[in-house]
């Protein structure tokens, strides 16, 4: 399963356009501070306007499973992670 981290963080830009907004328009200061590794802060500084047209084409962007994200989004701290 990939990094929590990274699927939260990539979830509560799913549920929250002004945490998406930011993550697409300065993603480096959205993603300031969080817990990543290089690499995954590459594929969320990566993603754009057209990977949140559907969870799966999200999934499909960050190279993880559809079925964790899903997961994911009912988790408190996606709700609530504003970034
Ligand atoms: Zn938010």
Redesign the pocket.
């Known amino acids: 399963m990939a990094n929590q981290e990274l699927l939260i963080l990539a979830g509560?830009a799913w549920q929250?356009p002004?945490?998406r907004r930011l993550l697409l328009e300065a993603p480096e200061k959205a993603l300031r501070g969080h817990r990543l590794t290089p690499d995954e802060h590459e594929r969320l500084t990566s993603l754009t306007a057209e990977d949140f047209t559907s969870l799966s084409a999200l999934a499909k962007a960050l190279d993880v499973e559809v079925s964790d994200l899903y997961d994911i989004m009912n988790h408190a701290r996606t709700r609530l992670r504003?970034?």
């Open positions: 509560h929250c002004d945490c504003h970034f």
